[in-house]
């Protein structure tokens, strides 16, 4: 009985996140709307990854366990880039959950990225998916801590933080969605298509962003 009330919360997280994350997307940037979605994407997620652990450990499913501390991780710091706006002044100092945001999921990314080396050594490729999510999760754990111990020289750190970490925990929360509902294709391709895909958007986002920004700056300069 307790398995299926965690499997409810975990599909209604699910469904939340990627509605209201599409949502978020689509509004006006600071808006209303934009940051009322934005509060459900996160507690969407927040949801749906507290049950997955609960789930990978009532079942023994390691793989799930990791993949569910990777995902949250990616929500945990879309999130947190919010409240750590001033980290580039030097004198704002981050909060016990902040270290916590990166410490912790790097451990699991360690251990999923050696699980996938051993499946791979051991003939299955499907290994790929831990060495690329155990690499990706370390990437981001690592740029996360930088930031408290080099102080972040743009202002707006906060914004792509921000992009990069809500938008990579909507591409796990949509690889989830195809996984479960897509089984004609190779199990590789569908895990790994929407990170391949997703991850080219944000590249593309974030450099029209970064364009955006030098932009205004420079007309600032003109008009000062």
Same mark, same amino acid.
């Given at each position: 009985m307790l398995f299926k009330i965690f499997l409810i919360v975990h599909i209604a997280g699910g469904s939340i996140s990627l509605?209201?994350?599409?949502?978020?997307?689509?509004?006006?940037?600071?808006?209303?709307v934009h940051r009322k979605a934005g509060k459900f994407?996160?507690?969407?997620?927040?949801?749906?990854?507290?049950a997955a652990v609960y789930l990978s450990i009532a079942h023994p499913n390691p793989f799930l366990l990791m993949i569910a501390v990777f995902s949250y991780q990616l929500t945990a710091t879309g999130y947190r880039s919010l409240y750590i706006k001033k980290l580039f002044t030097g004198t704002e100092k981050p909060k016990f959950v902040?270290?916590?945001?990166?410490? /912790?999921?790097? /451990?699991?990314?360690?251990s999923i990225l050696v699980w996938g080396i051993n499946k791979v050594s051991q003939g299955n490729n499907f290994g790929i998916t831990g060495m690329v999510f155990g690499s990706i999760g370390l990437l981001f754990a690592f740029n996360w801590l930088r930031g408290f111990f080099?102080?972040?020289?743009?202002?707006?750190?906060?914004?792509?933080?921000?992009?990069?970490?809500?938008?990579?925990?909507?591409?796990?929360?949509?690889?989830?969605?195809l996984v479960v509902n897509i089984k004609f294709?190779?199990?590789l391709l569908v895990w790994l298509s929407p990170t391949v895909v997703g991850a080219a958007i944000i590249t593309v986002v974030t450099i029209n962003y970064r364009r955006k920004l030098s932009r205004n700056q420079q007309i600032k300069?003109?008009?000062d």
């Open positions: 509605i209201a994350g599409f949502i978020a997307m689509l509004a006006f940037k600071g808006s209303s994407f996160f507690w969407g997620m927040t949801g749906a990854s507290s902040d270290w916590l945001i990166g410490i /912790v999921p790097a /451990v699991f990314n360690i080099i102080p972040p020289k743009l202002k707006q750190h906060w914004l792509f933080s921000h992009l990069r970490g809500f938008g990579a925990a909507y591409i796990a929360a949509t690889t989830a969605f294709l190779p199990p300069y003109i008009t």
